[in-house]
């Protein structure tokens, strides 16, 4: 249970223990008045005990991450958890049921009624539909809150991916070309920066192709400054084969140790680059020195390992970058190239990203597109992404005076998390529908009640109740169906998506380039949903309520 904090997660197990050792006295209480009920409690109490043990264990198991295999011991461990602490949390939510109902009966007449009907013994029809009544809105509101976490889940993963893998806002020109004086810029940026803890690095980027000896592809080469980049971008943590330092250091490449990791396979196993022949005395010299003479120094790249993929290279190996801004010469403009070492491969997690950056030294970055002493644009980041409206005053009074564009994360994927919020309201809508099916059950629920307990309704008129009176209890009875559904269904929810949070459902990173289920529970999404589907509910109680108010005593007991 690593997930949760020490005071959090003792807390919960003190929960977990209290609730179980009561379900046990609860069996024990109830085996002479009916021994399989004892049995279902003790088997309650024992899933409380063993989902303990099991989530204890699978917090101590290794994540599996990235190509590696899954372990089917550990799935196994994993999905016990997960299995026994949703069905521990609905047998906990059985139990308590009789105790809410108990209350509810002590409180007033109506309340006191509606919940007797509710635990009354019912004719055999009437029992179904009750029941299918309580699972089909427990089933809607499992499937919305599920469906709410999962998508939030993916939502939130492709927004940490964005923010960690690219710049909070965004100072370039208003043209291409770059812009000069970027210095002063810089400096004036990270004074302004400096109170609220933002950090800013200079950019150079432009498009170009790479191209190795067996494959070509485009690529977003990044001329970035070593020293800088890792506060702005998580480029340093995402180094999957190689080393940043290689960048900087473009000689070691030449002679990388034998145990070095130049790349891995489709299942994530190590390619190691082993003995260097050069190096071996078996082999003709003639042969030994035209190898030193063709392992000249580079200027070092890094790349996505996508790109890597579409280029057939590994680290230490040649790639050459081709560059659309070219020179004038006898046949035309011809486009400049440059030979390059790949230093690093690294994984961001983001398909798109992986497939087509690129980032080698600022300074080789302008010399390859010919920008002199320009730069493209400043790259800032931000403490709290979520708070860049209130930061970026700041960087336009800077921009303002120097004629540049500022542009923040916002503003630039405003399309896509657009399209996923609005997705999010109309799966809640569509999901919501199906909430509105489930109640047409407790309407046919209620309508076979006022049939059936006709004569009751006339003794209660009878003896002075009136009809506001009965329609609350008929309302009430047919809210508290709905409750049972809703409590059900969005604790089955919870249980099940705070386990897929904590315990992980494997994914093939080769398919879905994610290695496990992204889950978000979301306290104010299971609020909404369990307030959407009492409300439904509660609509659909007012016409057989209405139509139990209406019944007089004479036509109750006409037949009696």
């Given at each position: 249970m690593a997930p949760l904090p020490k005071p959090l997660y003792i807390a919960f197990v003190a929960v977990v223990?209290?609730?179980?050792?009561?379900?046990?006295?609860?069996?024990?209480?109830?085996?002479?008045?009916?021994?399989?009920?004892?049995?279902f409690w003790w088997f309650g109490g024992l899933l409380g005990g063993g989902f303990l043990l099991l989530s204890s264990m699978a917090s101590r198991l290794p994540v599996p991450r990235g190509s590696a295999p899954p372990v089917l011991r550990h799935e196994l461990i994993r999905g016990g958890a997960l299995v026994s602490g949703t069905v521990f949390l609905l047998i906990a939510l059985a139990a308590l049921l009789p105790v809410i109902l108990d209350a509810l009966e002590r409180r007033s007449f109506t309340s006191y009624v509606g919940a007797r009907h509710v635990r009354a013994t019912k004719s055999g029809f009437l029992t179904?539909?009750?029941?299918?009544?309580?699972?089909?809105?427990?089933?809607?509101?499992?499937?919305?809150?599920?469906?709410?976490?999962?998508?939030?889940?993916?939502?939130?993963?492709?927004?940490?991916k964005i923010l960690n893998n690219n710049a909070h806002i965004v100072v370039e020109a208003p043209r291409s070309g770059g812009f000069e004086d970027w210095e002063e810029r810089l400096t004036e940026l990270r004074v302004a920066l400096g109170p609220v803890g933002g950090a800013a690095t200079p950019i150079v980027a432009g498009d170009a192709m790479g191209s190795s000896s067996s494959n070509t592809a485009g690529a977003l080469v990044r001329g970035i400054d070593p020293e800088t980049i890792g506060q702005v971008i998580d480029l340093k943590n995402n180094i999957e084969v190689g080393r940043f330092e290689y960048l900087t250091e473009p000689e070691r490449l030449v002679d990388l140790p034998a145990d070095e990791v130049i790349g891995r396979g489709p299942g994530g196993e190590p390619y190691f680059k082993g003995p260097d022949v050069r190096f071996n005395n078996?082999?003709?010299?003639?042969?030994?020195?035209?190898?030193?003479?063709?392992?000249?120094?580079?200027?070092?790249?890094?790349?996505?390992?996508?790109?890597?993929?579409?280029?057939?290279?590994?680290?230490?190996?040649?790639?050459?970058?081709?560059?659309?801004?070219?020179?004038?010469g006898p046949t035309g403009v011809m486009p400049k190239s440059r030979k390059f070492r790949v230093a690093a491969i690294f994984y961001s997690g983001m398909y798109d990203y992986d497939a087509t950056h690129a980032y080698v030294l600022m300074g080789e970055a302008q010399k390859f597109f010919s920008l002199g002493e320009k730069i493209s644009r400043i790259d800032i980041h931000v403490p709290d992404p979520e708070r860049v409206a209130e930061i970026r005053p700041l960087v336009d009074k800077v921009a303002e005076s120097s004629g540049l564009v500022v542009r923040d994360w916002v503003e630039m994927n405003r399309n896509l998390?657009?399209?996923?919020?609005?997705?999010?309201?109309?799966?809640?809508?569509?999901?919501?529908?199906?909430?509105?099916?489930?109640?047409?059950?407790?309407?046919?629920?209620?309508?076979?009640?006022?049939?059936?307990?006709?004569?009751?309704?006339?003794?209660?008129?009878?003896?002075?109740?009136?009809?506001?009176?009965?329609?609350?209890?008929?309302?009430?009875?047919?809210?508290?169906?709905?409750?049972?559904?809703?409590?059900?269904?969005?604790?089955?929810?919870?249980?099940?998506?705070l386990g897929l949070s904590w315990f992980g459902v494997r994914l093939d990173p080769n398919v879905y380039y994610i290695d496990r289920l992204p889950v978000n529970v979301n306290g104010v999404d299971y609020a909404l949903v369990a307030l959407a589907a009492l409300v439904i509910c509660t609509v659909a109680t007012i016409y057989p309520a209405r139509a139990a108010s209406r019944l007089s005593p004479v036509d109750g007991l006409r037949y009696e």
């Amino acid at each position: 249970m690593a997930p949760l904090p020490k005071p959090l997660y003792i807390a919960f197990v003190a929960v977990v223990l209290l609730v179980s050792a009561l379900l046990v006295l609860r069996g024990i209480r109830r085996m002479r008045q009916s021994l399989p009920r004892a049995i279902f409690w003790w088997f309650g109490g024992l899933l409380g005990g063993g989902f303990l043990l099991l989530s204890s264990m699978a917090s101590r198991l290794p994540v599996p991450r990235g190509s590696a295999p899954p372990v089917l011991r550990h799935e196994l461990i994993r999905g016990g958890a997960l299995v026994s602490g949703t069905v521990f949390l609905l047998i906990a939510l059985a139990a308590l049921l009789p105790v809410i109902l108990d209350a509810l009966e002590r409180r007033s007449f109506t309340s006191y009624v509606g919940a007797r009907h509710v635990r009354a013994t019912k004719s055999g029809f009437l029992t179904v539909i009750s029941v299918l009544s309580m699972a089909g809105v427990g089933v809607s509101s499992c499937a919305l809150c599920s469906v709410t976490s999962i998508m939030g889940g993916f939502g939130a993963d492709l927004k940490r991916k964005i923010l960690n893998n690219n710049a909070h806002i965004v100072v370039e020109a208003p043209r291409s070309g770059g812009f000069e004086d970027w210095e002063e810029r810089l400096t004036e940026l990270r004074v302004a920066l400096g109170p609220v803890g933002g950090a800013a690095t200079p950019i150079v980027a432009g498009d170009a192709m790479g191209s190795s000896s067996s494959n070509t592809a485009g690529a977003l080469v990044r001329g970035i400054d070593p020293e800088t980049i890792g506060q702005v971008i998580d480029l340093k943590n995402n180094i999957e084969v190689g080393r940043f330092e290689y960048l900087t250091e473009p000689e070691r490449l030449v002679d990388l140790p034998a145990d070095e990791v130049i790349g891995r396979g489709p299942g994530g196993e190590p390619y190691f680059k082993g003995p260097d022949v050069r190096f071996n005395n078996d082999v003709d010299p003639t042969v030994k020195e035209f190898l030193r003479k063709q392992a000249r120094v580079y200027p070092s790249v890094i790349i996505g390992r996508e790109l890597a993929k579409s280029l057939h290279v590994l680290v230490g190996e040649e790639v050459t970058l081709l560059s659309p801004i070219g020179e004038l010469g006898p046949t035309g403009v011809m486009p400049k190239s440059r030979k390059f070492r790949v230093a690093a491969i690294f994984y961001s997690g983001m398909y798109d990203y992986d497939a087509t950056h690129a980032y080698v030294l600022m300074g080789e970055a302008q010399k390859f597109f010919s920008l002199g002493e320009k730069i493209s644009r400043i790259d800032i980041h931000v403490p709290d992404p979520e708070r860049v409206a209130e930061i970026r005053p700041l960087v336009d009074k800077v921009a303002e005076s120097s004629g540049l564009v500022v542009r923040d994360w916002v503003e630039m994927n405003r399309n896509l998390f657009s399209a996923l919020k609005l997705e999010k309201v109309a799966t809640f809508v569509i999901l919501s529908i199906a909430i509105a099916v489930a109640s047409f059950c407790i309407v046919c629920t209620l309508l076979l009640m006022v049939t059936e307990k006709g004569k009751e309704i006339a003794i209660l008129k009878a003896l002075g109740a009136s009809d506001g009176a009965v329609m609350r209890i008929f309302m009430l009875e047919g809210v508290i169906i709905g409750a049972i559904g809703t409590i059900f269904g969005v604790g089955t929810a919870l249980a099940t998506c705070l386990g897929l949070s904590w315990f992980g459902v494997r994914l093939d990173p080769n398919v879905y380039y994610i290695d496990r289920l992204p889950v978000n529970v979301n306290g104010v999404d299971y609020a909404l949903v369990a307030l959407a589907a009492l409300v439904i509910c509660t609509v659909a109680t007012i016409y057989p309520a209405r139509a139990a108010s209406r019944l007089s005593p004479v036509d109750g007991l006409r037949y009696e």
